[in-house]
């Protein structure tokens, strides 16, 4: 539900969206990365009152080194990887973490 | 923060077969990713407590620290750290989390 205006500073918006590309495409080395700015669809709620921030993200990664391990400790792994943003006023991750095949 | 948060989510999860630290309660979630949960649990029929982190800053803060997971909501079963979320959905669409419970001894319909 959109209760506010889309998030409107474009450059700061890129800016956290880059960074966590940038950080897990580093790390992981993904086969598919997608990163969606969610936060205009929060807008109004807790984690993002104004409308502004850049606070909620989808994340979807395919990634070889996910084989083998447990859904926490794929969802560990991004969140250790990204907790500078959370520091930085991310809110909420939604996460959809795979290995190739799945 | 003080130890005294850490010792009440180890009995609190000691007690209770099932538990879901969120956002509002069970009847108001106060988070679309606490309603995703609590409405999966609903769905299934299964019966957990509550805790509600908006009105204990302490809770909120230990819970993340405790189970060395960033956001809520957190499901606890049988005093093992399930997931958030997606987690829980995606285990529920797989049907793991039917699995989970049936293996952990806890009631649940599966008729749904």
Known sequence: ????????????SMRMADRIRETLQEALAPIVLEVVDDSARHAGHAGNPGGVGETHFQIRVVAA????????????????????????????????LLAPGE | MSEEVLDRIRRDIDEHAVVLYMKGTPIFP???????????????????????????PSLREGIKRFS??????????????????????????????????????????DAA
């Open chain 1, 1 to 12: 539900m959109e209760t506010g205006p889309p998030t409107t500073d474009k450059e700061y």
């Open chain 1, 65 to 96: 080194g996910f084989a083998g391990q447990s859904r926490v400790v794929r969802h560990r792994r991004v969140n250790q990887l990204l907790a500078a943003e959370f520091g930085r006023g991310l809110h909420a991750l939604q996460l959809t």
């Open chain 2, 30 to 56: 106060q988070c679309g990713f606490s309603a995703a949960v609590v409405q999966v649990l609903g769905r299934l029929g299964v019966k957990f407590k509550g805790f509600d982190v908006l009105t204990d």
């Open chain 2, 68 to 109: 060395d997971w960033p956001t809520i909501p957190q499901l606890y079963v049988k005093g093992e750290f399930i997931g958030g979320c997606d987690i829980i959905r995606e285990m529920y669409q797989t049907g793991e989390l039917q699995g989970l419970f049936a293996e952990k001894g806890i009631a649940y319909n």
